[in-house]
């Protein structure tokens, strides 16, 4: 999971008139009831589709929280708060009021491939004794929530990755970041699927090797007294490896967490 650095993003004027427009529509409705609310949501669904090539742009077509593309199937415009209702993930026949004042808002859409906003769904647990946000007190900034928001880079910073292809805690979390990051992987399936694991599995071994091959030739350099020619080898799989950390290359933060296991000094000035 990369930070999608959302700064300055301004959608297009149409769009946020659009957006204006079908949220003045939907607050009228909600006065009605939740047949009335979810159905002018509905009704609008386009507004945020609409806006997803935008979106799309600040991660290079990378889903916001696999890091992967997707070649057979559409992204979605995933709403990070769910608009409609809320579930409880210990009993799904409990739920609560959804984030509807948030359907049209872009603040709240995340880019996310089929399975992972599929499988997400209608959950958004909170830290127990959490602040809750409601359409009568719209306090999310309050809200303690438990999954990895992937536009926040104190977030972000508390995901990596291994050898064995999984997302991880950083070393050094504390229960509650622990928490985040396993259930974040749990409810939006990054640690299920084999052909993610596996391809985060072939990004390291990847690079594992070109650092490999780096060290070697450095070495091989340094034991004959200096070699241009193997320290031209290097730098070549040293510019191979900064094409795996770029911000358009799938799966960037698990060569990064490869490199920085393997020499964080390297990551540093490869970045």
């Known amino acids: 999971m990369r930070h999608i650095d959302t700064t300055g993003f301004k959608p297009p004027k149409k769009w946020v008139a659009k957006a204006k427009c079908a949220l003045e529509r939907l607050e009228a409705e909600a006065k009605k009831g939740k047949p009335e609310r979810d159905a002018a949501i509905e009704s609008k669904s386009r507004v945020w ?36 209702k809320v579930v409880d993930p210990d009993d799904r026949t409990k739920e609560r009021e959804g984030y509807w004042w948030l359907a049209f808002s872009w603040t709240n859409f995340r880019v996310a491939g ?4 599929c499988k997400k769904g209608n959950y958004f647990p909170l830290r127990d004794g959490s602040v809750v946000a409601t359409s009568k ?15 926040k880079h104190s977030d972000v910073r508390l995901v990596t990755f291994g ?6 805690p950083k070393p050094r979390a504390n229960a509650w970041e622990k928490t ?9 399936g990054l640690n299920d699927f084999p052909n993610l694991t596996d391809a985060r599995r072939k990004t390291w071994q990847e690079c594992q090797t070109l650092l490999d091959a780096i060290a070697e030739n450095l070495n091989e350099s340094e ?24 911000p ?24």
């Open 49 to 84: 589709q609409e806006l997803k090539p935008e979106l799309e742009k600040l991660s290079h077509k990378k889903c916001w929280f696999s890091e992967a593309r997707e070649t057979v199937s559409h992204m979605h415009v995933e709403h990070f708060r769910p608009k409609k």
């Open 114 to 117: 089929q399975i992972p906003n």
């Open 137 to 151: 007190k719209r306090t999310i900034a309050d809200e303690q929530h438990l999954f990895i928001d992937p536009t």
């Open 163 to 168: 050898p064995d292809g999984l997302m991880h």
């Open 180 to 188: 985040r990051v396993g259930k974040t992987a749990e409810f939006f």
């Open 223 to 246: 034991n004959c007294g200096g070699s241009p020619a193997l320290e031209a080898k290097a730098e070549a799989k040293m510019q191979e490896l900064r094409k795996k950390i770029a």
């Open 248 to 271: 358009d290359a799938p799966f960037s933060t698990v060569a990064m967490a490869c490199i920085k296991g393997f020499d964080a000094e390297l990551l540093t000035a490869l970045l």
